[in-house]
């Protein structure tokens, strides 16, 4: 097609005025940047994410139900549940405010009990406390790693857990540490303490009741259908909470953020999509002469302007595949180049005590990298549509009268 033909030499040629062969290459490596920029961001934003619901998924199970005044028919109601095929395993647990006595100080903490033999198939509590808590019998407790800082408390001391009834009563326990635990986030790990269900049961006076049932599912992201089926299921006075409503202000403000700055970092390639209109609207203004000959010989404004709007295509395209492979190329070394940098400046550019990772989570995906791409070619051809209906209104006598 003659279109593509003129669009492409128009591209490629050497053009007369330096200053538009400028701006278009400008105009290629905004679009580059933009989309670089864009596919990084995201994919590091997405690797924050995936890491922050493995470590609200690891403390919580899938799904809980609780029931006021707690469960005494646990263990028939545990055998309903996981009988249901999308649950994997449940484990009750007894969990509740106390305070920590150590050393003099006096803190707040969320004591969990639970229990040892099926809590690994429901969270990851066993798994961050290591092979201690299979020896949670008795009159032991795992703290959390900050909590334990904070404190200045050692593994081996002996501390007082208090529950508070009212001001005279109150039930107390002096429980020796065993261990730590590390969950990579710092408000579970300076806040929690975990022991056996039996020491929870006495602590808060629960008898043979507990507090709720942890459930681990199939698919912890298709958690809603089953949440809604176990409502209609059991009824009330039980509530059926998912690990999304536990720490719903989290993962809302995590997609929240994504959004933003996607459209933020869009603003980017739009910027670069101003110079390519810029450019454009120029070389209609160079190519004058050669519009009102096309004109001449029978070209119609429906041609000229899909000349232009293919040479704004072009540039996008080359913006766009520059920018994407770059983006993919730098997401996947992240890491390396955070490493190269700290090593030429000195500055951590990750530390690792504040954002509690060793290395920069990363996840590229095909959809997001898709989506960018899509969005930038949007731009690059709607930056494109008035230089073309410009160059279509041109008069072919006018174009070559003064040429």
Request: charged letters at 20%; a positive charge; hydrophobic letters at 50%.
């Amino acid at each position: 097609m003659w279109t593509s033909f003129i669009s492409l030499k128009y591209f490629l040629a050497k053009r007369k005025e330096g200053m538009i062969s400028l701006i278009g290459g400008i105009s290629v490596l905004g679009v580059a940047l933009g989309v670089v920029a864009l596919i990084v961001v995201i994919s590091v934003m997405n690797g924050f994410d995936a890491e922050v619901r493995e470590k609200i998924i690891g403390t919580y199970a899938h799904l809980v139900v609780q029931k006021e005044g707690g469960i005494d028919d646990h263990p028939a109601l545990i055998s309903r549940i996981e009988s249901m095929p999308e649950v994997k395993s449940a484990a009750g647990f007894v969990t509740g405010q106390a305070v920590l006595r150590a050393k003099g100080s006096v803190t707040g903490i969320l004591l969990k009990g639970i229990d040892t033999e099926k809590e690994s198939k429901v969270t990851e509590v066993i798994r961050y406390t290591g092979e201690e808590a299979t020896r949670l019998k008795g009159d032991t407790i795992i703290l959390g790693s900050e909590l334990m800082k904070n404190e200045r408390i050692s593994v081996g001391d002996t501390v007082e857990v208090v529950v508070g009834y009212s001001l005279t009563d109150l039930e107390k326990s002096g429980l020796k540490v065993i261990g730590s635990f590390t969950s990579g986030r710092y408000d579970y790990d300076a806040h929690m303490a975990v022991v056996g269900l039996p020491t929870a049961r006495k602590l808060f006076r629960t008898g043979q009741k507990i507090t709720g049932i942890g459930l681990r599912l199939e698919n912890a992201m298709k958690v809603s259908g089953i949440k809604s089926r176990l409502e209609s299921m059991l009824k009330y006075p039980y509530v059926v909470r998912s690990w999304m409503d536990m720490d719903r202000n989290l993962v809302s403000a995590l997609a929240l953020e994504k959004k933003m700055m996607f459209i933020l970092l869009a603003l980017v390639i739009m910027v670069a999509c101003f110079n390519i209109a810029g450019s454009l609207m120029m070389m209609v203004m160079e190519k004058t002469r050669d519009i009102g000959i096309l004109r001449a010989i029978g070209a119609n404004s429906r041609g000229i302007s899909l000349v232009f709007l293919l040479q704004g295509a072009m540039t996008g395209l080359a913006g766009v595949m520059l920018g994407g492979f770059g983006g993919v190329f730098l997401a996947r070394r992240v890491n390396a180049a955070a490493d190269f940098i700290e090593r030429i400046t000195g500055f951590s550019v990750f530390p690792n005590d504040v954002y509690y990772f060793t290395e920069i989570p990363v996840k590229v995906t095909a959809p997001d990298v898709g989506t960018i791409i899509a969005v930038a070619m949007f731009l690059a051809l709607a930056a494109g549509l008035y230089p073309a209906w410009k160059a279509s209104r041109l008069d072919p006598v006018e174009a070559i009268r003064y040429e």
